[in-house]
């Protein structure tokens, strides 16, 4: 692994940083507390190419590399992780399945457009009763010929209510169990597809995260994924990659947060001297630097090996399990440093706490990164 940056790679950190810094800050705490959508911060992700980064220039995208993407979600993830979540599932989760097992059709329809950020996308795995236990979809999507009659609910969806274009997960063939399954295109002003409440949650609150609704919601054949019954492996496919940028906004959100405490560190007296200078802090930001580093190279190594066509399935869950660990730790740790100013609005560093958390819950709890590496460890 090459541990030197491109110029290229380099430029895209640069620009993204510049992006977070001067187009995220103000307002973040404003849309946190009212859970307020980022649309005008979401267009000019499109218009930057953050939301399309690894798609080819063929359909629209930025024809970068995965690195370049780690990059750039570390960067914005340090100001809000809620604009950070929207960019990963659509690069990652959306772009990507339709890019890698779309048909020339699907990307010409729904990539251009995906790539640029005219539109966003969401992936819909998830149900009520299907969370880590995936294969246990019990959205059916039954074979009327021309098309599909979808049926079922799914719950906890990014991008729920902003999305144009729905990857939607759901079962054709029930005694093929997970063999059985489809990945569906579902356009959202398809007649009996329901958005449902959105959900009021710890962290991540810029994001709207909705259940959805199917009834008798017909889509056509040709918006099948892959041959029939592959929508089980595209949904592992497209996460082995998700988790790759969920490790990178676990990574920002830790760094972000040490980045805060490292200058009040410098800035907070107490006892006469600047905190900093207090043995006790010291020993928390020599912990936080190390695991944050620790976790940097886990996340460009998982990159790098997607981008060198190498496995990296188990490369992609540890750098999620390793990095989110941090962010959690590290959050908490900034708040700590902070004191009583920690725990206010005004600091940033609560609200990165609070955001910290999903990362170790969604696209694969800690303990389904666990089970995907002891598996890839011991077969
Ligand atoms: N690539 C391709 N295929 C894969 C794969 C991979 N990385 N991992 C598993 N598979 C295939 C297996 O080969 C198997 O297929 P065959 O039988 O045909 O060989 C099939 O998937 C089933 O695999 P398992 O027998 O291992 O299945 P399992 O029931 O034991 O569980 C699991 C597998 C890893 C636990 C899986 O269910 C899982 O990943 N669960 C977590 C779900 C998840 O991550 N959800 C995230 C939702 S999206 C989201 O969260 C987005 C967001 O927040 C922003
Ligand atoms: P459960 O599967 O019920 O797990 C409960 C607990 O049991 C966890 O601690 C889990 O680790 C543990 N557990 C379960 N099975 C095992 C086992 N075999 N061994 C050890 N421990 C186990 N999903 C989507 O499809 N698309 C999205 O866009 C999306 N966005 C999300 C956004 C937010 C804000 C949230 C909260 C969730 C989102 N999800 C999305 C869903 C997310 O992926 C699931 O919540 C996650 O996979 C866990 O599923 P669950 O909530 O059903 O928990």
């Given at each position: ?15 993204a940083?510049e ?8 307002g973040?705490?404003?849309r ?27 359909y629209?995208?930025?024809?970068m ?27 990652s ?12 059709e ?19 795995l ?21 098309h599909y ?8 969806i ?10 939607v ?7 093929l169990r ?11 002003d ?43 492996k ?8 998700g ?20 200058k ?5 007296k107490a ?6 200078q ?30 060198a ?5 188990k490369s992609?869950?540890m ?10 730790e ?15 609005k005004e ?8 955001d ?7 696209e ?14 011991l077969?």
């Amino acid at each position: 692994m090459n541990f030197q940056l491109t110029e290229e790679q380099l430029a895209v950190q640069a620009a993204a940083r510049e992006f977070a810094q001067n187009e995220l800050w103000a307002g973040v705490i404003e849309r946190d507390e009212h859970q307020k959508f980022p649309a005008e911060q979401v267009k000019k992700m499109g218009e930057l190419g953050f939301l399309g980064m690894m798609v080819s220039p063929e359909y629209g995208g930025g024809g970068m590399d995965t690195v370049s993407y780690v990059l750039a979600m570390e960067e914005i993830s340090k100001v809000d992780a809620s604009c950070s979540v929207i960019m990963s599932v659509n690069n990652s989760l959306v772009c990507w399945g339709l890019e890698k097992y779309g048909t020339e059709e699907q990307k010409q329809k729904y990539l251009t457009k995906l790539a640029t950020g005219e539109i966003i996308g969401a992936f819909c795995l998830s149900e009520p009763e299907a969370g880590s236990d995936a294969t246990m979809q019990r959205t059916t999507a039954v074979d009327m010929g021309d098309h599909y009659l979808l049926n079922g609910t799914k719950n906890w969806i990014t991008n729920g209510s902003s999305a144009s274009v729905y990857l939607v997960i759901a079962q054709t063939n029930p005694e093929l169990r997970h063999r059985g399954i489809n990945a569906l295109i579902v356009e959202r002003d398809t007649p009996g597809f329901v958005v449902g409440p959105k959900e009021n949650k710890l962290g991540i609150r810029g994001s709207d995260t909705h259940s959805l609704m199917f009834t008798d919601v017909k889509v056509p054949k040709e918006n099948r994924i892959g041959e029939d019954g592959f929508g089980f492996k595209f949904a592992m496919q497209v996460l082995a990659g998700g988790r790759i940028g969920i490790a990178a906004q676990a990574l920002g959100i830790a760094s972000g947060s040490y980045e805060l405490a490292l200058k009040y560190s410098k800035e907070r007296k107490a006892f006469g001297v600047p905190i900093s200078q207090h043995q006790a802090i010291q020993f928390k930001l020599a912990d936080m630097a190390t695991n944050i580093d620790a976790a940097r190279l886990l996340c460009l190594q998982a990159a790098h090996d997607k981008d060198a066509h190498l496995d990296y399935a188990k490369s992609g869950a540890m750098a999620k399990l390793f990095a989110s660990k941090v962010a959690m730790e590290t959050s908490v740790e900034a708040v700590q440093v902070h004191g009583g100013y920690g725990f206010v609005k005004e600091f940033h560093v609560e609200r990165l706490m609070r955001d910290a958390k999903i990362t170790q819950i969604y696209e694969g709890t800690s303990e389904i990164q666990k089970i995907v590496i002891s598996r890839e460890i011991l077969k």
